[in-house]
C-alpha cells in the first residue's frame, strides 16, 4: 500500500499563509507552496547526489532550490536560483582591518575564512546573500515542523 502524497497546506501546515506570502512578494526564492509535496527518505537521496553530480559535471550550475528537493523540486537550471555566495581566505585580505566582519554580524570574531556573495548586478559583498539566508531559514522551520508533526 503506498503512502498518501501531501501536498500544499498538508506539506506546510501552521507555515502554508507564510509560504503563500512568501511566494507572492519573492517568486524568484520561492516557490508556489501549492506545487510542494514531502519527498523523504531514499528519494531525497538520489535526488541530492544527482546535484551534486550534476553540479560537479558543469551540466547545472550551483545555486538555491527555489522549489527545495525535500520540497519536490527538480534539478533542473529553471528552478536554481543565484545566490553568488562563495568564500575568501582572510590571509588573502591581510593588509585590511577586518573587525568589521564580526561587529556587523557577518562571521564570528577572529574568521579565517570570510563569506561574500555577488550580487546580480555583480557587486561583491561581505557575508551571505540575505535572499538565500531568509529562503533557507524558512524552509528548515517547515523542515522542522515536518519533523515534530512525524511527517518526515
Same mark, same amino acid.
Given at each position: 500500500?503506498?503512502?498518501?502524497?501531501?501536498?500544499?497546506?498538508?506539506?506546510?501546515?501552521?507555515?502554508?499563509?507564510?509560504?503563500?506570502?512568501?511566494?507572492?512578494?519573492?517568486?524568484?526564492? #520561492?516557490?508556489?507552496?501549492?506545487?510542494?509535496?514531502?519527498? /523523504?527518505?531514499?528519494? *531525497? +537521496? %538520489?535526488?541530492?547526489? &544527482?546535484?551534486?553530480?550534476?553540479?560537479?559535471?558543469?551540466?547545472?550550475?550551483?545555486?538555491?532550490?527555489?522549489?527545495?528537493?525535500?520540497?519536490?523540486?527538480?534539478?533542473?537550471?529553471?528552478?536554481?536560483?543565484?545566490?553568488?555566495?562563495?568564500?575568501?581566505?582572510?590571509?588573502?585580505?591581510?593588509?585590511?582591518?577586518?573587525? #568589521?566582519?564580526?561587529?556587523?554580524?557577518?562571521?564570528?570574531? /577572529?574568521?579565517?575564512? *570570510? +563569506? %561574500?556573495?555577488?550580487? &546580480?548586478?555583480?557587486?561583491?559583498?561581505?557575508?551571505?546573500?540575505?535572499?538565500?539566508?531568509?529562503?533557507?531559514?524558512?524552509?528548515?522551520?517547515?523542515?522542522?515542523?515536518?519533523?515534530?508533526?512525524?511527517?518526515?
Amino acid at each position: 500500500m503506498s503512502e498518501k502524497v501531501l501536498k500544499g497546506k498538508e506539506v506546510y501546515g501552521p507555515h502554508y499563509d507564510e509560504a503563500v506570502k512568501r511566494y507572492k512578494e519573492n517568486p524568484d526564492w #520561492f516557490p508556489n507552496p501549492d506545487e510542494s509535496i514531502i519527498v /523523504k527518505k531514499n528519494d *531525497l +537521496k %538520489v535526488a541530492r547526489e &544527482e546535484y551534486n553530480s550534476l553540479v560537479s559535471s558543469g551540466d547545472l550550475e550551483k545555486g538555491h532550490h527555489r522549489q527545495g528537493l525535500a520540497f519536490g523540486g527538480e534539478n533542473i537550471q529553471d528552478n536554481i536560483q543565484f545566490t553568488g555566495e562563495s568564500t575568501i581566505k582572510k590571509k588573502e585580505l591581510s593588509d585590511l582591518d577586518l573587525d #568589521f566582519y564580526h561587529e556587523k554580524g557577518l562571521g564570528k570574531e /577572529k574568521a579565517k575564512i *570570510l +563569506k %561574500v556573495h555577488q550580487t &546580480e548586478s555583480g557587486i561583491y559583498l561581505f557575508g551571505n546573500n540575505p535572499n538565500h539566508t531568509e529562503a533557507t531559514v524558512f524552509q528548515n522551520k517547515v523542515l522542522k515542523w515536518q519533523r515534530d508533526s512525524g511527517l518526515r
